[in-house]
């Protein structure tokens, strides 16, 4: 698809938020970290919005509330003390957390704010057991610089990172507290980013300056990023939850497509006169239509007493189905806000019958029953009474906005670069101040101290990181923009193995080894650092590398030399070496006579297959000439 | 104990350093009491002990550490006659939070030190022995702060 952004006013702000690597929960003492396995203690709570403390209620949160949601809660004791069950008032911010906001700030030429004023922004889906997200702005202001272009930052933030949703089934949502509490930094840009290209490399950008202060985490779901996007004639959409920074350029030219499609949609829906008032909340029960059906879900719904309920849309006929940009499709986001606001499974829709087991009798009887024409289309859904209403409700809703264009929404990033319908998108005034917290005064000379020891920035590391190691340019960009920068550094500091080996190896080897199904991220730092001492001081080489990384990634814990053992890969002796090629001298004897030293080739490819690895070439080389040699003279 | 095995209690339990050498610090000073507060009580007992010449008092204070604010005007007295005035809190177990009221940032202003989780009695015991390591009061501050042998623990957990 070939679509000049700047003719369509594509703005696009990105906010980034990265998990900081401290010792402890911006709130209070909890390791930091996610458990794994079954949780030691649950606890079921319900969220009971309050006009109160100045903040106000979104329509979502209180229609969940009316539905008698309730929420259990997962947790260890190393991973939650009271504060993160809201049953003790939050301790002091931690400052470390805080002094990396205000280096990041710094390094971004932002100004810090004179007193941090932790707030309170509501949030009543769960994700947090208070009801609310601590968050609080370090700096404002500050710019990077994206190809000669200046690219605004409006604030630098700390914030909690919320609970992780596990499960959802029917009244009850499983949220693991472990995360709850987590330092976030955040980073917000201007909405001045104009292609999907530039919001990849302000991304890539930002990542690399939080990067620089060594004290953020590493791995998957560490960093996510918000994009607001909009287009003129479109709307502000919010998507939230891209973890990965591959995705950003892809999640921009879909959700413009997105939009572009639905105003298409819009003026078609104009062409065929098609009035919100025609749209009608007439919902038609049609259960009895579908007393045979062989449709399993419909089936299922009817076992269990629930009832058929259809509505229809007027001149809508063809656009359900209509591909908005790949993988989404008009019907499908009906479908995600009938489940958001009805609970329910799906819908059906007439664009895509017959098929699922409903048969062209029963959509038949159905348009009849709803006296459908053939432009309509018909939205239908099995479930409660009370939950059919809902979802059709919200299927009426989409449908009248689908004539004004595109609505407002909050929608979540999906891995594969599509998205999907979250939320409306939260009223403005959801902020109010954390009571339980003082203000923290920054003093200047604190600020100082700060701004005389920045980190070295991106740019500068890389030309050092180029000149200091010998690094070419790519290598130098790749071992910059992979995690294993520091990593790296150490290494090449503590052992006397070639800095392009061990950068190769950390960025194209690890990547060789991710896609060929090897969980890298298992791999420590300190095994990393045992595994080039071991290839320093020779007792394996670094042929053996891949066969290591592999084994170490599935066994955690395990130290680089236990690896070496269980893999026969330590490096054989001078003796044993001398042995090996004689005996194998003696089994090609004839070769030799007839080559002489022609052989050396053939004979150095045999050897080094036998050691498969655990020997140098140049040892290997040396010996084999020497014998070589001896035995022609 | 249970047959021959010793259960430790505590998860972030600290091994006895065998390296380490011996030091005997025995010393204590008796001038440091307690002070339980409660409706009614009179704040001239704060000053009677200043009179007396101690050198420290724990308060023993009701929830997240507070003192009727008619025993405030007593506590800035000792406190600017050089006497180190700490908090702790009635709920045994449970951790002061001084930042939540006015009443607590109030008594913070006015210099009380908050212990967190720390015992009344503990607290006075450790103030004792505090002074008798040192007059300094910046230092006896710092001292009773800090966590020496888990008289703190800096996280509350449920069970
Ligand atoms: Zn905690």
């Not at chain 1, 991973?79 to 990041?104: I, R």
């Amino acid at each position: 698809m070939n679509i000049e952004y700047s003719r369509i006013g594509l703005k696009v702000g990105l906010e980034i938020h990265q998990q900081l690597d401290t010792a402890s929960k911006l709130f209070c003492s909890c390791n930091p970290q996610l458990f794994k396995g079954e949780p030691v203690t649950t606890f079921l709570r319900r969220l009971r919005p309050t006009q109160s403390e100045l903040g106000q209620i979104d329509s979502a949160a209180l229609f969940e509330f009316q539905k008698g949601v309730k929420i259990l809660y997962e947790a260890t004791s190393e991973t939650a003390c009271l504060v993160e069950m809201d049953e003790e008032p939050p301790h002091d911010l931690n400052q470390e957390a805080v002094e990396t906001a205000l280096v990041v700030a710094l390094m971004i030429k932002a100004k810090p704010v004179d007193e941090i004023h932790v707030m309170r922004k509501t949030v009543i889906d769960g994700s947090n057991t208070t009801g609310f997200q601590r968050t609080c702005v370090v700096a404002l202001g500050g710019e990077i610089n994206i190809n000669e272009k200046k690219v605004p930052i409006q604030h630098v933030s700390l914030e909690e990172d919320a609970a992780r949703k596990m499960k959802e089934e029917d009244q009850i949502i499983r949220y693991r507290i472990d995360r709850l509490g987590i330092p976030l930094i955040e980073v917000a840009t201007s909405p001045v980013i104009h292609s999907p290209q530039e919001a990849k490399e302000v991304a890539l950008t930002i990542g690399r300056l939080l990067r620089a202060t060594r004290k953020v985490k590493r791995g998957l779901g560490t960093i996510r990023q918000d994009l607001n996007i909009s287009i003129r004639d479109g709307a502000l959409i919010e998507i939230k939850g891209v973890q990965k920074l591959d995705l950003v350029a892809l999640i921009v030219e879909n959700e413009v497509q997105r939009q572009l499609d639905l105003i298409k949609i819009r003026d078609e829906l104009k062409e065929r006169e098609v009035k919100a008032r025609d749209i009608k909340e007439e919902f038609v029960d049609v259960t009895t239509i579908f007393k045979q059906t062989k449709c399993k879900v419909i089936q299922k719904a009817l076992e269990q007493n629930k009832r058929v309920l259809a509505v229809k849309l007027p001149k809508f006929a063809g656009f359900l189905k209509r591909e908005l940009a790949p993988g989404m499709r008009l019907g499908a986001e009906m479908a995600e806000i009938a489940h958001f606001w009805g609970r329910v499974g799906g819908i059906f829709h007439t664009d895509e019958l017959p098929a699922y087991g409903i048969t062209a009798n029963e959509i038949h009887e159905l348009a009849q029953s709803v006296s459908k024409a053939p432009l309509d289309s018909v939205v239908f859904v099995a479930d409660t009474l009370e939950n059919s209403n809902n979802a059709l409700e919200a299927v009426v809703q989409r449908a009248r906005e689908a004539i004004n264009g595109v609505p407002e929404e909050t929608r979540a990033a999906n891995l594969d670069g599509t998205t999907r319908y979250m939320r409306p998108r939260p009223g403005a005034a959801r902020m109010y101040p954390e009571t339980d917290i003082p203000p923290i005064h920054l003093k200047n000379e604190y600020l100082r101290k700060l701004r005389d020891h920045l980190p070295e920035m991106p740019e500068q590391k890389m030309r050092r990181m180029k000149k200091e190691y010998a690094l070419n340019l790519k290598l130098a960009k790749q071992i910059l923009d992979s995690e294993y920068s520091d990593i790296f550094e150490i290494i090449a500091k503590e052992t006397k193995v070639s800095p392009t080996i061990i950068a190769v190896t950390l960025t194209e080897t690890l990547k060789a080894l991710r896609r060929e199904g090897t969980n890298t991220e298992k791999i420590s730092s300190e095994q990393l650092r045992e595994l080039f001492s071991l290839i320093d001081s020779v007792k394996t080489t670094k042929e053996a590398i891949p066969e290591i990384v592999t084994w170490l990634s599935k066994h955690e814990g395990a130290t680089a030399t236990r690896a070496v053992e269980v893999l026969e890969l330590e490096m054989i002796s001078q003796k044993e070496l001398e042995r090996m090629i004689d005996d194998l001298l003696e089994q090609n004897r004839t070769i030799m006579k007839e080559r002489g030293k022609g052989a050396f080739g053939l004979l150095m490819g045999n050897v080094m297959k036998k050691v498969r690895g655990r020997a140098k070439a140049e040892v290997v080389t040396r010996i084999l000439k020497k014998r070589l040699k001896e035995i022609i003279t | 104990m249970e047959k021959d095995e010793i259960t430790v209690l505590l998860d972030d339990y600290r091994k006895r350093n065998s390296a380490r050498k011996l030091c005997l610090k025995p010393k204590f000073n008796e001038k440091a009491a307690l002070v339980k507060f409660h409706p009614s009580i009179n704040p001239q007992i704060i000053e009677w002990y200043l009179d007396k010449g101690y050198r420290g008092l724990i308060l023993e204070g009701t929830g997240l550490g507070h003192v009727g604010k008619y025993c405030f005007s007593a506590i800035q007295g000792a406190i600017e006659n050089d006497m180190l005035v700490a908090m702790t809190s009635q709920c045994l177990w449970g951790r002061l939070g001084m930042t939540v009221y006015d009443q607590g940032r109030d008594l913070i202003a006015l210099g009380v030190l908050p212990l967190e989780d720390m015992l009344p009695e503990t607290a006075l015991v450790k103030l004792m022995w505090v002074f008798g390591q040192t007059t300094d009061i910046e230092k006896a501050k710092k001292l009773l702060q800090a966590n020496i042998a888990h008289e703190i623990s800096p996280r509350t957990l449920y069970d």
